[in-house]
């Protein structure tokens, strides 16, 4: 099962926050072509079908699939160089240390 960092749940209770989701929202991951990455999004409920992640405030909603190609790994967030030179925070997905 996907695990999540504490830095990954703080960033994103800040953004479910700062997107007003309803109580229950939160970070969806679906992979409509897993060959080409996968999509984060902020999403009021899960869809009937997604995998729900929760605890601690957080929410995350994993589509079928991305469930299964993130069964091993873990969401983290990392500090990235921004085009104009300010340091920000991307998601980052890494495999679990056994």
Not at 88 to 93: P, Q, V, Y
Request: a negative charge; aromatic letters at 2%; proline letters at 7%.
């Amino acid at each position: 099962m996907l695990a999540i960092t504490d830095h990954a749940a703080e960033a994103i209770k800040s953004l479910t926050t700062e997107a007003e989701l309803p109580e229950g929202g939160g970070l969806r991951i679906a992979a409509p072509d897993p060959d080409q990455g996968l999509e984060l999004s902020l999403a009021g409920k899960p869809d009937a079908d997604d995998v729900v992640l929760s605890g601690d405030g957080v929410a995350v909603f994993l589509e079928p699939t991305a469930a299964q190609v993130l069964d091993d790994k873990i969401l983290d967030v990392q500090p990235v160089q921004g085009a104009d030179g300010e340091q920000e925070l991307r998601f980052a997905i890494g495999p679990q240390e056994q």
